[in-house]
């Protein structure tokens, strides 16, 4: 019998086109302006790694690909990024008479 392992999730395979997409990123804002850079070869994976990235807190300063910037910091953050936390309440205190 051949094993053939589980998984919930079967990606299509992703062809090499020979498309580069960099994601530029970093942990704080750089005083230089150099940022970490990712390299993938699809829109789709850059746009996965770059919401991975904010997911953990990082700053995604763009995502560009072979026609130039195709994300900047702000919309990277407003399309990408985690929903914002919803406020914390406080339940009324009770007292016991």
């Known amino acids: ?41 699809s829109r789709e994976s850059a746009v996965e790694r770059a919401k991975h990235l904010l ?7 763009d995502i560009s690909g072979p026609d130039g910037v195709y994300l900047n910091e702000k919309e990277a953050l407003q399309q990408l990024g985690p929903p914002p936390a919803a406020p914390k309440t406080r339940a009324p205190a009770t007292s016991e008479a």
Request: glycine content about 8%.
């Open 1 to 41: 019998m051949h094993y053939r392992p589980r998984t919930s999730f079967r990606a299509a395979p992703e062809y090499d086109t020979g498309e580069r997409w960099t994601i530029r990123w970093e942990t704080r804002r750089p005083d230089g302006g150099r940022w970490n850079e990712a390299v993938t070869n």
């Open 55 to 61: 997911k953990l807190g990082f700053i995604v300063h």
